[in-house]
């Protein structure tokens, strides 16, 4: 799948329906405040750095029913999004929770993470979605992505690896208040100066609703 495709996954987020049962992962946000789930990082970033807390803001995207031409059909849309939606019946479907990781680090840096986890109906962690490292500027209101990673399993450990693959990727925050939420309503894939090579996903518009990508502070957590 090639990096345009995967952020568009994460970002519309339209095809989580399964024909088959995927196995269940014994992953949880735990990992997060975990020093081995970022024990590569160092080597990642190419600079030596201690992190001693992590800042959590969340969002979810649900499968639900919705009206399309007379006919009922199902996508994932942000959990606080009602628009079209069908309340016929008691529904609960696949979802995912991303989220962006501000970490605190010694020496001070503005390093953030993007990461995705999927669920089944019954809560039980089922895979992930793209995830990525960057940096935050929260004077500009911008988030910029240089490096795609993926979690490695270990015996139940999870730790963070790159993919060798090429990445630039931003994302425009309409609003930025740190310890609040961060609404994302633009992100650019930059693949050359070449006019025709850059995409922009607008986010309100894929959606119909402006705080389609909109992440709440969920807490801050000093690492184990």
């Known amino acids: 799948m090639s990096t345009l495709n ?34 590569s990082l160092p ?7 201690r992190i001693d807390s992590v800042i959590t803001y969340e969002t979810t995207f649900e ?24 309340h016929y019946k008691n529904f609960k479907g696949y979802y995912q929770k991303l989220y962006l990781l501000k970490l605190v680090t010694y020496p001070k840096d503005s390093v ?4 995705s986890i999927k669920y089944n109906a ?3 962690c089922i895979g ?15 988030l910029f992505f240089n490096a795609e990673l993926y979690p490695r399993n270990k015996k139940n450990n999870y730790s963070l690896k790159k993919v060798r693959v090429p990445l630039a990727l931003f994302m425009n925050a309409s609003q930025l208040l740190p310890g609040n939420y961060i609404n994302i309503d633009k992100m650019i894939v930059e693949k050359s100066f070449e006019i025709g090579n850059n995409v922009v996903i607008d986010i309100p518009r894929i959606f119909h609703d402006s705080a389609a990508l ?7 957590r000093s690492m184990k």
């Open 63 to 86: 499968e639900k029913p919705y009206e399309g031409y007379y006919v009922i059909d199902y996508s994932e849309v942000n959990a606080r999004n009602d628009n079209n939606i069908l």
């Open 214 to 220: 909109k992440f709440e502070y969920i807490d801050t």
């Open 6 to 39: 995967k952020i568009l996954f994460a970002a519309v987020a339209m095809c989580m329906l399964y024909s088959c049962s995927p196995r269940n992962i014994a992953f949880s946000t735990d990992n997060f405040t975990n020093p081995l789930f970022y024990q």
């Open 43 to 49: 080597v990642i970033l190419n600079k030596s750095l």
């Open 128 to 142: 992930f979605g793209p995830s990525y490292i960057g940096t935050i500027d929260e004077k500009r209101n911008l």
């Open 122 to 124: 019954f809560g039980q």
């Open 112 to 115: 953030i993470m993007y990461f």
